[in-house]
């Protein structure tokens, strides 16, 4: 797990972008201590509280880019793949704003913090409040 963590690090996805795919799927799991550690990373390298506050809202938000909207919806539909499945049309979408490489890039992101969710959810963690 944390070599992956190393190897996302290296792949050029946009900080901010990363944090945000991590709580929105975060936001879905149900996983209060991943949440907590990126809404915290996120304010950390400059992300508005805006846009944290929105994110599980994305679709009704001007202030995302649309190459943002296209990894979140990614993000949803990956974290729910066995109730929403990857479409052509989906495909397309984040290929319109992401190289070959850079889509399996977010397939790593968005299935690393999923991998995480369920382990952290597994072994009890929650957030300590400070």
């Not at 149900?30 to 994305?58: K, N, P």
């Not at 979408?93 to 490489?101: C, P």
């Not at 977010?106 to 963690?125: A, E, H």
Request: with cysteine.
């Amino acid at each position: 797990m944390m070599e992956m963590e190393k190897y996302i690090k290296t792949t050029g996805i946009d900080h901010k972008l990363r944090e945000l795919i991590k709580i929105r799927a975060s936001q879905i799991n149900g996983c209060a201590f991943c949440l907590d550690m990126h809404s915290s990373e996120a304010r950390e390298i400059g992300e508005t509280e805006q846009r944290l506050y929105c994110v599980s809202a994305w679709r009704d938000c001007d202030f995302y880019t649309d190459a943002e909207k296209a990894a979140l919806e990614l993000t949803e539909h990956i974290t729910l793949i066995s109730n929403k499945g990857i479409s052509a049309d989906l495909y397309n979408r984040v290929s319109k704003h992401f190289s070959e490489k850079e889509y399996v890039n977010l397939v790593f992101t968005i299935n690393q913090i999923n991998s995480w969710n369920r382990i952290s959810i597994s072994m009890g963690n929650r957030p300590v409040e400070k």
